[in-house]
């Protein structure tokens, strides 16, 4: 298991986190708990898998995902409290998921030899849509800015991972320069409460 | 046309017939109600299909369910009294169904090649996502507890399934067992009103 | 680029920014603007290539389309007082795009060797759906009522061109006429305010 793998293996245990947290929250049983981490986890690379057509989808074909998941359940639910004083780390966790999730969804788009802009937008999608769902399914008032901004960034930063590889094939420090760009962006959005302007 | 096959239409026929009553109280038109009879009677095999990989989607490649489905709204609108007061009927059939459901989507699922965990889910998806569909479609308050506790047992019996698949290979008898369970899971859960604990 | 090419491009880009409209005006900022845009003109589709299993979905394979609906942005976007004041052309050719989403949506089922009624639901799947995902994101009240008469007018004109597909196969005239049908009825049914009944 090589250090994305790993990666890998944490954002999905922090996103399963973050959507146990949500749905207890909201009150939910332990098995609302459960689908409501399952989805914000996995939603988002299946909607890719699908979209895509890499069928079955990733987490059916490859169910040591779903080990991730029930990890991430049980350390929420039995140790809520000191999870909640966690935040700062389970934030940081949550958006090196999100930069990681959108690197490795635009790759597998790639390799299935679709063009680079649809990849970016794969990418996306990987990384954001599984929180989409956990807050429509949880009736929260969706955090459409938050999550538009979260999207944009993560299309700028596949947008530049295409760039450095054009660049520099194949370099491991690609990767790991959007990732960090992306959680930089997301630090920043997050302090300054940078947004959009709205059309009125 | 064999047994299992003659109650997968009969099952599908009172999803529908479920689905079509339901929107008529919603005071939809024969479109609404020929839409959310459709959704709710094939919503989960298509939901299970797409996952998997098995496209075109069931009722696509086979449109003899589009007859199951033509039939149960046909019933539900024009007997509409009559068939309200075999609400008990109508009941048994839906749990019978939901059973059957649950253990086709699994077989279809092992029959792929995926591993048996995955398996468990994707028979609970086939039988519960068309009813989670129809709430939402209908506006109504999505009936989570209900559906979490029927998804639970259908979770429950794909497992015991499994097991006794293992204890007993091919043994007509163990999908006839694990239906029986499941139909007398959901009737005892309605008769107490047992539920799962919630967060606070 | 043949007629029919320029008419889905046409199509796509009068989707695109009738859905941008509609978030313009739900004050949406750009990055939300772009994403209901994009599902309002590719949604439909999208939903149909899933379920007849044409994979990777056609915007994906094909990223023309992506050009289309950014077009469709940028001119909602900048000259939005002078679209507005276009509403009939737009109206028209939306129309448009219901009818020729439908039979495109029709035909590439069918070339996929299913059924006519599988045909005929995809075609009106791939028209009306993008619409309905935009209202949905929108928070907009469900226009139920106007969505399901169109639907029905595209399972109408589905049928119609099966019928005339039998009679006289391959005529060109046969994919003109049944536009021209589900314009005229589209037009009929606004200007009359024509519906179902409702159960009651």
Not at 78 to 90: A, H, W
Not at 105 to 127: D, F, R, W, Y
Not at 173 to 184: C, D, E, K, S, Y
Request: glycine residues 10%; contains cysteine; hydrophobic residues 55%.
């Amino acid at each position: 298991m090589n250090l994305i793998d790993s990666m890998d293996a944490a954002g999905t245990l922090v996103f399963a986190m973050s959507g146990a947290l949500t749905a207890m929250e909201r009150r939910m049983d332990l098995f609302g708990v459960s689908v409501i981490a399952f989805v914000t986890a996995l939603g988002g690379g299946t909607l890719r898998d699908v979209l895509i057509g890499s069928l079955p989808v990733g987490w059916a074909a490859h169910p040591h995902a779903l080990r991730s998941v029930a990890l991430g359940i049980a350390v929420a639910v039995l140790f809520k409290p000191y999870v909640m004083r966690l935040s700062k780390t389970i934030f940081l966790f949550d958006t090196l998921g999100i930069g990681l999730f959108s690197l490795l969804g635009l790759q597998k788009t790639l390799a299935l030899g679709l063009p680079p802009e649809v990849a970016v937008i794969m990418g996306a999608v990987s990384a954001v849509f599984g929180g989409v769902l956990r807050d429509l399914l949880c009736g929260r008032v969706p955090l459409i800015f938050r999550k538009e901004i979260y999207a944009t960034v993560c299309l700028a930063g596949g947008a530049c991972f295409l760039l450095l590889e054009r660049l520099w094939p194949q370099s491991p420090w690609n990767m790991a320069a959007v990732i960090a760009l992306i959680v930089a962006a997301r630090i920043l959005i997050v302090k300054y409460g940078w947004s959009f302007p709205q059309f009125k």
